[in-house]
């Protein structure tokens, strides 16, 4: 399908598989677990840019292990990092897409199960990555179902009602896992999303709310609902030594 082979370009070319899960870390020792509130009237969602010649809109990243006014700069994707991608199908029926996608030597959590999307032009049912939701509380670690490419987050392809299909809720919070000199880590990022607007695929926006890491390798992080703010320092930084 033409997608498969968008995505698979797309991976190739931005580097941004690994191609390995790692896994065998325990989750159970203590760790630092470091917090960031989005503290900048300016960061108020990932924005998108134009990479070049073509139909595929990339966007800015959010990294989990710096704060609100130390993101990357665009087009930086170092481990931690997440980012979405815009593209325009090629023709009406194919419709628009969003994915993210992680930085160098990470990963998202995916859903456990696939979520069916109707191909256009065979009328069949094909199952896409969506994003896991850790909203309920569970813990991010290495028995998470990690994703080994991209992950769908919405779609307006000719057979999706008028709103297109949104593969996360609106107040939602992913998982991500990375490679840094000592380790495996672990980290989440709540986030928020506008609706969409007819006619108009770029007025879906991903705002990050709070997001932060385990600066432990191997130590697993807690989702949303477990997650315990204590108060703010500087730059919107939180500390919870566990």
Not at 35 to 53: A, H, K, M
Not at 130 to 138: C, E, L, R, S, Y
Request: charged share 15%; hydrophobic share 40%; net charge negative.
């Amino acid at each position: 399908m033409w997608y498969i082979g968008w995505m698979e370009y797309n991976i190739a070319t931005t580097g941004l598989m690994i191609g390995l899960v790692f896994a065998g870390f325990a989750g159970g020792a203590a760790g630092d677990l470091v917090t960031f509130e989005n503290t900048n009237p300016s960061f108020d969602r990932l924005e998108y840019f134009q990479i070049g010649e073509g139909i595929s809109v990339m966007g800015q990243s959010l990294n989990v292990t710096r704060g609100a006014f130390d993101q990357p700069e665009i087009g930086d994707l170092p481990g931690g990092s997440v980012l979405i991608s815009w593209f325009q199908g090629f023709d009406e029926v194919d419709g628009d897409w969003i994915f993210m996608g992680p930085g160098f030597n990470s990963h998202i959590a995916r859903a456990d199960e696939l979520v069916d999307v109707i191909d256009p032009y065979t009328n069949h049912p094909v199952g896409f990555i969506a994003p896991a939701d850790f909203d309920d509380g569970q813990t991010i670690g290495g028995d998470t179902n990690w994703a080994d490419a991209w992950v769908a987050m919405h779609t307006s392809v000719s057979t999706a009602p008028s709103k297109g299909i949104h593969f996360t809720d609106e107040s939602f919070t992913i998982g991500i896992q990375f490679l840094l000199n000592d380790g495996l880590h672990y980290g989440f990022a709540e986030m928020t999303r506008t609706a969409f607007v007819d006619g108009d695929p770029l007025s879906i926006g991903y705002r990050p709310v709070r997001w932060g890491y385990e600066t432990t390798a191997g130590v697993a992080v807690p989702g949303a609902g477990t997650a315990l703010v204590l108060g703010f320092g500087l730059g919107g930084m939180l500390r919870r030594r566990r």
